[in-house]
């Protein structure tokens, strides 16, 4: 089993040191101890619960095994908790980092798995999906933070360290799901050891494109929610007009503004990516 590695954040922040980019660059992963503090996650966790149009909006998938995934998905970062962590140069700008230049945010996702219903996530890249969508290089990346402890006996994060660099991985379906082949996941599981990623509240999953990951049921009694934000290369806006967001220059915002973000809550457009992704694909069909 391997050991994982796990760099922690200070009041100030995060650091990308050379240690940390070298870390990330070989394991296509990084994890973030503390990078919100206690009374960060709170409100993130109260402003989660209490937003009745964030939960109402969730669209749900069946994982093929008698469960469903629950996500609530929204592109546009606002001025409440969720807006200003996404814009904030602990998040985003630890991406421009290890990205190797300017990102911008491409959206924001509420991955709720309840207790002894959630369902589990098929063994996937991010990119496997992107690529589909016009995006051109896998220069993307994706930040789960725990808003729940995150642990195997509720279904945490499963990454495959160093996958990222096998490529992207055809994707086929898999239930209601897409998931990496799951011929070639066979040889790579052997390959590759699989790295369960328990988290605290608060503590981050900072991960590549390419690299690739699931997570199993919740069965447990314990709740297991988590914010993902995830982030493009400026220069790598989608060539495809879908719901994906092009290009669009991040309003940064100071860590230490976080706590100050001037919205509890706010209006967003919810998106369905199942049903979006099948108006996508009429539109493509009635095109030919
Ligand atoms: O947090 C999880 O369980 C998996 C989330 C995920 O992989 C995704 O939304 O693409």
């Given at each position: 089993m391997t050991n994982i590695k796990k760099f922690s954040a200070n009041e100030d922040g995060f650091k990308v040191t050379r240690e940390v980019q070298e870390y990330f660059d070989e394991n296509g992963y990084i994890v973030v101890k503390g990078l919100l503090d206690s009374e960060e996650v709170t409100m993130l966790k109260e402003a989660m619960e209490q937003d009745r149009d964030v939960l109402s909006n969730c669209f749900e998938r069946d994982d093929g095994d008698g469960q469903k995934v629950k996500l609530s998905l929204w592109n546009e970062p606002g001025d409440d908790i969720t807006g200003y962590l996404a814009r904030s140069d602990k998040v985003a700008g630890t991406f421009d980092e290890l990205l190797g230049g300017e990102v911008y945010h491409f959206h924001t996702k509420l991955v709720q798995k309840e207790a002894f219903t959630g369902g589990s996530f098929v063994w996937h890249q991010d990119y496997g999906y992107w690529y589909d969508n016009g995006?051109?290089?896998?220069?993307l990346g994706t930040v789960s933070i725990a808003i729940d402890r995150a642990d195997t006996s509720n279904g945490c994060l499963k990454v495959l360290p160093?996958?990222?660099?096998?490529?992207r991985i055809h994707h086929v379906v898999v239930a209601e799901q897409v998931g990496a082949d799951p011929d070639r996941m066979k040889y790579l599981t052997e390959r590759f050891d699989v790295v369960d990623v328990e988290l605290d509240p608060g503590d981050a999953l900072f991960f590549h494109c390419n690299l690739l990951h699931k997570s199993d049921q919740n069965n447990s009694p314990n709740r297991r929610w988590a914010m993902l934000f995830a982030y493009n290369r400026?220069?790598?806006?989608?060539?495809i007009v879908d719901y994906h967001q092009p290009y669009k220059p991040l309003k940064r915002v100071r860590n230490s503004e976080v706590k100050n973000c001037s919205k509890s809550t706010q209006k967003r457009n919810y998106l369905d990516a199942i049903n979006d992704d099948q108006a996508y694909q009429k539109q493509l069909q009635e095109q030919k």
């Open positions: 995006v051109l290089v896998p220069d160093r996958s990222h660099k096998a490529g400026a220069n790598n806006s989608p060539v």
